[in-house]
């Protein structure tokens, strides 16, 4: 993979990470987004840790701040399983149904969610997800992320936890 394509793809995600967790957690705590790449056969697989302080983890566990953890961020932005959409799923989503030309219907229920009806179908995040999704620098470094799939070679983009796929999104789709 060239790097002049994965190097500001990677950048963007960091980004991406770091606007979430400005949003949540503003200066009450620090989120670093390590990468160790390990090449396979015919793939590229990067594996991405996010580390936050020991002292942020404590104020957590000790209740003194309502700190939002790195396993919260990254299920929100997508590239963990939370057993909901993150933002890169929603994006995907809308993009899906702005090209097929539906319209978009919002329900907020408070209980914490979001849901996200159109012709194409219905989708369910957490009000922090959509909250994300209308942040205009998530959403436009979300699409850095999926910019090396506008070139011939890349076929898709995938994030895997424990081998299992969390978000996958192809070429034509992230157009």
Known sequence: ????????????LADVIQIANQKFNGSHANIQVLVNADVEQRCFMIDISL??????????????????????????????????VGLFGLLKFLAASKKAGSPIQI???????????????????????????????????????MKPLEKDGYESLSFLQDETEIFEINGEQAE
């Open 1 to 12: 993979m060239d790097v002049r394509d994965l190097a500001p793809a990677l950048l963007a």
């Open 51 to 84: 580390v936050q302080s020991f002292l942020d983890q404590a104020k957590t566990l000790l209740g003194a701040d309502d700190i939002k953890t790195a396993k919260e961020i990254a299920e929100w932005v997508g590239i963990l399983s939370g057993g909901s």
């Open 107 to 145: 329900e907020n229920k408070g209980d914490g969610n979001v849901t996200v009806v159109t012709q194409g179908g219905t989708v369910v995040v957490p009000a922090e997800v959509f909250q994300l999704a209308h942040e205009p620098k998530a959403v436009e470094k979300s699409k850095a992320v």
